[in-house]
T-cell receptor, first 115, second 116 residues
């Protein structure tokens, strides 16, 4: 069974440009999460989809970030325009349901460097 | 304001000895805790968890202890193996997330190096 896959694995863009990160969750997982780790700090929650609906987007830093999950399958996270402080690793994760203790599986992450 | 803290950025242990990784939290409403392990260039993988109704949970070489009065938990790895070398993240489930949650609040991680 394929795990959570993310693309691209690495991206280097200039300040002001746009980047779109993609996440394919494990098949059948209705719950999809985006997390971010900036510069060796803690991994922080960005948002949570249940199928195609945004359950919680309270962790999104600002309106330069837009996440979508069309059709409840894969998800994209767009950063436009990118700023230097957006550099970090963006992790996508999925779980079968949102119940406490239900294992959440992480992808390998998309490394974003804004220069 | 960090609610989950891992004050040791790194830890070095000899193979075969015990590794003890520590984690403190500030929110007394937290009721479920997890440890994740992360190898370089990989995503975090679930290791072990504990509910606040317990003070210990064991899975093979890994044991998590929870001290609610001190708001402290620790992960013990015995015996430590070189393959255990990784970054270990402590996480708590967000109690404000309506009950059923995989919205996690992570610490900053501790890099464990197990020396052969």
């Amino acid at each position: 069974e394929a795990g959570v896959t993310q693309f691209p694995s690495h991206s280097v863009i200039e300040k002001g440009q746009t980047v779109t990160l993609r996440c394919d969750p494990i098949s059948g997982h209705d719950n999809l999460y985006w997390y971010r780790r900036v510069m060796g700090k803690e991994i922080k929650f960005l948002l949570h989809f249940v199928k195609e609906s945004k359950q919680d987007e309270s962790g999104m830093p600002n309106n330069r970030f837009l996440a979508e999950r069309t059709g409840g399958t894969y998800s994209t996270l767009k950063v436009q325009p990118a700023e230097l402080e957006d550099s970090g690793v963006y992790f996508c994760a999925s779980s079968q349901d949102g119940r406490l203790g239900n294992t959440i599986y992480f992808g390998e992450g998309s490394w974003l460097t804004v220069v | 304001d960090q609610q989950v803290k891992q004050n040791s950025p790194s830890l070095s242990v000899q193979e075969g000895r015990i590794s003890i990784l520590n984690c403190d939290y500030t929110n007394s409403m937290f009721d479920y805790f997890l440890w994740y392990k992360k190898y370089p260039a990989e995503g975090p993988t679930f290791l072990i968890s504990i509910s606040s109704i317990k003070d210990k949970n064991e899975d093979g070489r890994f044991t998590v202890f929870l001290n609610k009065s001190a708001k402290h938990l620790s992960l013990h790895i015995v015996p430590s193996q070189p393959g255990d070398s990784a970054v270990y993240f402590c996480a708590a489930s967000d109690p404000n997330y309506g009950g059923a949650t995989n919205k996690l609040i992570f610490g900053t991680g501790t890099l464990l190096a197990v020396q052969p």
